[in-house]
């Protein structure tokens, strides 16, 4: 899927022990509510990522509320 896109997963964003920890909030697609429902963060893709490993840093933007 390389491409010049940006990608957004929803995720859940958690604080333990002092560092920040976010895991996906499972299916993605833009009809399903509650993975959207259940998030308190997206998760920022660059389009040429195809994978994440545990455990690797990335960027979130929060979601107010």
């Known amino acids: 899927r390389p491409d010049s896109k940006t990608y957004f997963l929803r995720g859940l964003l958690e604080k333990k022990d002092g560092s920040f ?3 996906s909030r499972g299916t993605q ?3 399903i509510l ?3 429902a259940l998030s308190n963060c997206l ?3 660059p389009g040429y990522v195809t994978h994440i490993p545990e455990g690797s840093r990335v960027n979130v933007h929060l979601i107010p509320g």
């Open 21 to 23: 920890y976010v895991k």
């Open 29 to 31: 697609g833009s009809h």
């Open 34 to 36: 509650r993975s959207f």
């Open 43 to 45: 998760i920022i893709v």
